[in-house]
């Protein structure tokens, strides 16, 4: 009787499969997982530089701003040097004078409105460039606690140039011997700022032809 000699099992190659290939062998495992983390690191590095680029960007955007910035301060601060020079030439701001003379006008007006003629202490109407400016200054101060809220909507004035009046004794200090004086400078004035300053112009342009007679263009273009 004869037998087939036996296969050694250890010289049987076998192969497992799973689905539709063989089982990746450990070399070619290794391979993949190196790929993959060079291929992390690629990202990374190239994730690090834009930032890094980004980063240098946004400081330099910073650096120029603030080097405007500081331009800008230096400029400011001579402007206001300058001017500060200039008040220094008056003896009161201006803004506060033309405040103060037009609000003036506006009393006088008023009072003749309400058929007064003569404002506290006996001071007439139209002579504010005789009196003593102390007695004039108590004068028109006292003379606005008896303008009525009623007379200047008679005159088409509401009740914001009322409220106006009320605070006359803050720019009364600032008045002018003669409330005519100023009139062309406030007016050139409110011209030129009427687009920068729309509400101020349109508040008080509407005072001119009530304390003045004529429009404020009418105003600026006296001289």
């Given amino acids: 009787m004869s037998h087939k000699p036996r296969t050694s099992s250890s010289k049987i190659l076998r192969t497992h499969s799973r689905g539709t290939g063989p089982t990746p062998l450990p070399q070619d495992a290794s391979m ?18 834009t930032t890094q680029f980004a980063l240098k960007a946004t400081n330099d955007c910073i650096q120029r701003k ?6 800008n301060a230096l400029r400011l601060k001579r402007e206001l040097w300058l001017l500060q020079r200039h008040v220094k030439n008056f003896n009161h701001p201006l803004y506060e004078t033309w405040e103060a003379d037009i609000l003036t006008r506006l009393i006088e007006v008023a009072h ?38 009623s007379t200047l909507l008679k005159i088409g004035l509401d009740e914001k140039y009322y409220e106006a009046l009320l605070r006359y004794h803050e720019v009364a200090p600032y008045r002018s ?15 030129d700022e009427r687009e920068q300053r729309p509400a101020k112009f349109d508040f008080w342009a509407k ?16 001289f």
């Fill in 112 to 149: 003749a409105h309400q058929r007064r003629h003569k404002l506290h202490a006996g001071v007439a109407i139209g002579e504010s460039t005789v009196a003593e400016r102390e007695n004039l200054y108590h004068a028109y101060n006292n003379a606005v606690k008896q303008i009525r809220e």
């Fill in 177 to 191: 011997p003669n409330p005519f004086q100023t009139e062309n400078a406030f007016a050139k004035w409110l011209i």
């Fill in 207 to 222: 005072l001119f032809p009530v304390c003045y007679d004529r429009t404020v263009e009418e105003s600026a273009s006296m």
């Fill in 66 to 71: 603030f080097a405007r910035l500081q331009a």
């Fill in 32 to 49: 993949l997982s190196s790929e993959a983390s060079w291929s992390e690191d690629d990202d990374d590095v190239l994730k690090f530089s």
